[in-house]
């Protein structure tokens, strides 16, 4: 479980909530001095590619074996899908991974002076594997991680179809 705390929110009733699923260009191109604290967490957590200018957005990593093996097993095979984009996709071409996810909240969120409410999300794991489209990790796409590869880009689409706002107190 992870908490989250948003300050300056407007009051008001709310009916949706939006969030961004990576860093946008826009925000890319500020550099890690305009991302300042953002970019040192993301440097603590491991969510900057190491190999290339840019953030992963989200990844899994892995073990997997034949049907019906233990793993860990013998000859167990690990895999790594990490999603993001490489510097700003305009200037390097790429597809743009970024998504902006927009949520119906199951009730009206009262933000007041006083009044902080709490939103609970839920990331369903299955969705995020098999949403639009299926994603199979497997030895032909062990390490995934190119905004080029339709892997990536359909993880992320499907990512963004895999959260949903449960509760609202």
């Given at each position: 479980e992870q908490s989250i705390s948003l300050a300056d929110i407007q009051a008001g009733d709310y009916k949706q909530i939006k969030f961004g699923l990576g860093i946008s260009p826009n925000a890319y191109?500020?550099?890690q001095t305009g991302q300042a604290a953002f970019w040192d967490t993301c440097v603590a957590t491991g969510m900057i590619w190491q190999w290339a200018s840019g953030y992963k957005f989200?990844?899994?990593?892995g073990s997997y074996a034949a049907p019906g093996t233990d793993i860990p097993a013998t000859g167990a095979s690990t895999y790594k899908f990490h999603s993001g984009n490489i510097a700003n996709p305009t200037t390097t071409n790429t597809p743009d991974v970024?998504?902006?996810?927009?949520?119906?909240l199951p009730t009206t969120m009262k933000v007041r002076n006083?009044?902080?409410p709490k939103v609970h999300l839920t990331c369903s794991m299955n969705k995020w594997l098999s949403g639009t489209k299926n994603l199979v990790l497997d030895a032909t796409n062990q390490v995934s991680m190119s905004p080029n590869l339709a892997l990536i880009q359909d993880g992320s689409t499907n990512l963004a179809g895999a959260f949903k706002a449960t509760s609202v107190n």
């Open positions: 191109t500020l550099g989200a990844k899994i990593e970024y998504k902006v996810v927009t949520l119906d006083n009044v902080a």
